[in-house]
């Protein structure tokens, strides 16, 4: 089992910045795999934000916050983090943090593992 707690979640005026700190436990928390975030605003479906494998540190965002969003990981310290600069309303959501075996997996349906979500507002 893999266990997943998010942090960092709160209000921000549009243009600022939130830093989102993932820490994980658990069997597959640093050997392999994806680590991933997710977002899910109201009325909507959850969509993928950002991913990056154990390993090597690979990346991948979504078009929608490339240059934005940083995605990162601390292998000594099991956590995954995810930078968020020039935050825009329409990035209002809760942030979920999620793993997988799979290497570079992008669709939520290949992700395991899921955090409780952290909100994430942003004010015009």
């Known amino acids: 089992q893999v266990q997943l707690v998010e942090s960092g979640g709160g209000l921000v005026q549009a243009g600022g910045s939130l830093r989102l700190s993932c820490a994980a436990s658990?069997?597959?928390?640093?050997?392999?795999?994806?680590m991933g975030w997710f977002r899910q605003a109201p009325g909507k479906e959850r969509e993928f934000v950002a991913r990056?494998?154990?390993?090597?540190?690979?990346?991948y965002y979504a078009d929608s916050v490339k240059g934005r969003f940083t995605i990162s990981r601390d292998n000594a310290k099991n956590t995954v983090y995810l930078q968020m600069n020039s935050l825009k309303p329409e990035d209002t959501a809760v942030y979920y943090c999620?793993?997988?075996?799979?290497?570079?997996?992008?669709?939520?349906?290949?992700?395991?593992?899921w955090g409780q979500g952290t909100q994430v507002t942003v004010s015009s």
């Open positions: 999620a793993a997988t075996r799979w290497i570079g997996a992008t669709d939520r349906r290949d992700y395991n593992y």
């Open positions: 658990g069997r597959t928390s640093s050997s392999d795999g994806t």
């Open positions: 990056i494998t154990w390993s090597v540190g690979s990346t």
